[in-house]
């Protein structure tokens, strides 16, 4: 029986667990949750702790909702917006409705993943609160370094620390050498009237934002802008006024809005870059393995998706001795190729077009006029709905 820790830099009750687990954001919290379901010794260091908010659009798409019930998570006791319409707005404030065909659902990251880490607990997962500094493989196993200096060691390691992490610069990762230009602003607003089913995707000089109705109605704002239209403004303030509100929807939404926050959260140096899913034998979930731009609004269920998928990959190697490390990590690779490298690709292609205001006014008139166009686009930006 797995006993139930939660830990600040102090470790010397963990034993070396089967699986440790690098970060504990979605795709760290729902991995250590199937492993633990399957009866797997986990553990998860994370720098933060619960609940904490989170720069991210807030709309989860449907595709991940059969797993995450099967992990434990009861929705009908969660009372979130249901959403199945995305609105999309031009810079000149044209817009469009388009019924989503699978739809998803809102919930701030402050709820979210406390959600999951408390059933985590209650599974038995072990929780060290701490920053990984070095992970170290050698002798077919791994050795963790904490900033506490402690060491925890384990056969495997699964690396799900983010989109940018300290682990980045110490893994030599290629992606973290290239200055990024794209920054994120997000805050939550009291209901001003947007409707609980609809996410927006409203499109600004520089940037695009996401509005959607997250739990009791606040109103997440989520923006992803390029640094250089951000600098010419001397605040966030001036920025939403000057540049954000150029568009007419945003500009409404704004003079209306009643922020939760003291003041936005941001993040620098997002970046898009293709990275390895598995470096110094550490597979790479979730955003460290590749995230995909925010307009898909799946980024979340992909980084739960890959947890998933390196979990099976785990179970086979720790219950068959037949299937080596190598086997694990090249049947990893494959089956994320197959989900997720064209989605990743298509969405790099939607951003370059959403950047430029006339491709964009015609690419939403033509998408917004053609059901089997849109019905493409989305198949090949999102998944299936996945279960266990
Ligand atoms: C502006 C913006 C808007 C977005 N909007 C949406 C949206 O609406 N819908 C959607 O589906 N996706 C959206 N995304 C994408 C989504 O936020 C990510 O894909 C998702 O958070 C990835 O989860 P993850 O578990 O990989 O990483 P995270 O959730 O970032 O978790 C990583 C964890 O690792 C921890 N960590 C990092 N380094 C260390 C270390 N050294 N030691 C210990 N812990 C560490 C961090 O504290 C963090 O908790 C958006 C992204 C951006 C940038």
New binding site residues.
């Given amino acids: 029986m797995v006993g139930i820790f939660v830990l600040k830099n102090y470790l010397h009750t963990v034993n070396d667990p089967e699986i440790l687990i690098?970060?504990?954001?979605?795709?760290?919290?729902?991995a250590a949750l199937d492993l633990a379901t399957k009866g797997k010794q986990v553990c998860v260091?994370?720098?933060?702790e619960y609940p904490?908010h989170?720069?991210?659009?807030?709309?989860?798409?449907n595709e991940v909702k059969p797993y995450l019930e099967d992990l434990g998570m009861e929705f009908s006791n969660l009372s979130l917006p249901e959403i199945d319409t995305l609105q999309l707005s031009t810079q000149t404030g044209k817009s469009s409705e388009i019924r989503l065909p699978l739809g998803?659902f809102g919930i701030s990251?402050y709820m979210f993943?406390n959600h999951l880490y408390k059933l985590a607990i209650k599974k038995g997962v072990t929780f060290v609160f701490?920053?990984?500094?070095n992970i170290h493989y050698f002798n077919d196993g791994f050795s963790v370094t904490?900033?506490s200096k402690k060491n925890i060691k384990s056969p495997i390691v699964l690396g799900?620390?983010?989109?940018?992490?300290?682990?980045d610069m110490t893994l030599k990762r290629k992606f973290i050498q290239q200055k990024s230009p794209?920054l994120?602003?997000?805050c939550h607003y009291k209901n001003t009237g947007h409707p609980s089913n609809v996410?927006g995707l409203h499109n600004f000089p520089g940037g695009y934002s996401?509005l959607?109705q997250i739990e009791r109605q606040s109103i997440?704002f989520?923006?992803?802008v390029r640094y250089e239209s951000f600098k010419k403004e001397k605040d966030i303030d001036s920025y939403f006024k000057n540049v954000v509100s150029q568009n007419p929807f945003l500009k409404d939404f704004l003079i209306n809005a009643v922020p939760e926050f003291d003041k936005p959260l941001t993040?620098a140096q997002?970046s898009f870059e293709p990275k390895k899913n598995i470096e110094n034998h550490v597979m790479m979930?979730?955003?460290?393995?590749g995230?995909?731009h925010?307009l898909?609004?799946?980024?979340?269920?992909?980084?739960?998706h890959?947890?998933k998928l390196a979990v099976e990959q785990v179970v086979n190697f720790l219950e068959n001795p037949n299937f080596t490390r190598k086997d694990m990590e090249k049947e990893y690779q494959l089956s994320w190729k197959k989900n997720f490298r064209q989605r990743l690709w298509m969405g790099r292609q939607l951003q370059t077009l959403m950047m430029h205001t006339k491709w964009f006014n015609f690419g939403m008139a033509t998408v917004a006029s053609s059901k089997p166009l849109l019905g493409s686009i989305i198949r090949k930006t999102h998944g299936a709905p996945i279960v266990n």
């Fill in positions: 690098v970060g504990g954001g979605l795709a760290g919290l729902t260091v994370e720098k933060n904490n989170k720069v991210c659009g807030e709309y989860v798409s998803g990251r993943d701490d920053t990984v500094t904490l900033s799900t620390f983010g989109k940018r992490s300290n682990l794209w994120g602003i997000k996410v996401g959607s997440n989520c923006c992803l993040i997002i979930c979730g955003d460290t393995a995230l995909i925010p898909c609004g799946n980024g979340m269920a992909m980084a739960i890959s947890g």
